[in-house]
């Protein structure tokens, strides 16, 4: 029998996903953000695994579509301040008081208004589809084992946030398949109301179960170790995060563009010291760690690529990744931009379906 093929670093998968999602938040163009989720819609579909996490992606995506219509129902109702003469209809105004100047409701809906939401709206949408897809793809258990030991409690809280959603749409999936096997309704306002309370009670059956676990796994307890590493550690941790904010801020103001890049390198470099240190107070083993190889790299730097690769972009071509709806056009499709997109398919190639994740 063939070696299975080890499994990708969780970690990969989330950095992949991230650097997607800052290259979604550096345009509005329809066509690129369209890109965006096309390629990690692909990825997803060609590597995902049949685990009861990796189906939230289909939730993403459809609190994606709520999101964009939300967006647009504000605009319709509430107004705009982009100025158009593109009339499509005309709501029946609501007078408000003078303290309420700048709002309204109801009113003239403009084509150019609609479409400033609309791209807007499309960012964000496709944002949480990318965060979506790192859901789908990574192992939340595998993840957390990944962490250094200083980021343990930490990530328990986060990887527990981010499995409520997978676990929410397991227990509806498993519910309403036992409505259907009984002969009763599972849609409609009454299949909701009947299938919310048992997963309301499972959630908090699953919470007291979680926490008695971690109560009898020791968790929070803290290892001794000298107060000077502790105030060491604290010193590093606090210092590097506040380089990390003084550089990324350098980065993205003009006046900063000389500090900018060593400040956050020097920062990094604190903060990665001080999640070192700090990783003595909790002391874990691992079993098998997940190994970072080539394919993690190249799954990891594509993504950083795409995000480096736009943000390039928005300074160079501002007008194509950012298209005006004053006069009313239609968006071009940027060249160079839209290649650096393609880069996101890269894990589609170099990830074997053997390593997939599995349930």
Known sequence: MPERSPQLHPGAWWLWALGLGTAAT??????????LVAASGYVVATHRSAAPWARSYAAFAKLAVAVLCVRLAFTVLLGSPIPGTHVL?????????H??????????????????????????????????????????????????GALYEAGVAVVVALTFAPHLIADVRRLRAARRLRGRPDRGVRGLLQVG???LEG????????AAAMDARGFGRTAEVPARV?????????????????????????????????????GAAAALAGLRLGGRRSPRTRYRPAPWGVRAWLVAGSGAAVAALLTLAATR????????????????L???????????????????????ERA
Do not use: M
């Open 334 to 356: 940027p060249l160079w931009p839209a290649a650096s997109v393609l880069l996101a398919l890269l894990p589609a190639f170099v990830v074997p379906q053997e390593s997939r």
């Open 89 to 97: 209809f005309t709501l029946p105004e609501l007078p408000l008081p």
């Open 317 to 332: 071509e501002p007008d194509a990744l950012n298209p005006g709806v004053v006069p009313l056009a239609a968006p071009a």
């Open 197 to 199: 309370l048992p997963v």
């Open 26 to 35: 550096r345009t509005t163009n329809p066509l690129l953000l369209a890109l």
């Open 99 to 148: 303290w309420a100047q700048g709002i309204r409701l109801g009113g003239p809906v403009t084509a150019e208004a609609l479409l400033f939401s609309g791209y807007n709206g499309l960012k964000l949408a496709a944002l949480l589809i990318c965060v979506g897809a790192a859901n789908a793809l990574s192992s939340p258990a595998r993840l957390l084992k990944s962490l250094p």
């Open 230 to 266: 502790r105030r060491t550690t604290a010193a590093l941790t606090l210092g590097g995060l506040l380089g990390v904010c003084a550089g990324t801020y350098g980065l993205l103001t003009a006046e900063g563009g000389t500090y900018g890049l060593p400040v956050l390198l020097a």
């Open 203 to 210: 959630a908090l059956e699953r919470s007291v179960a979680l």
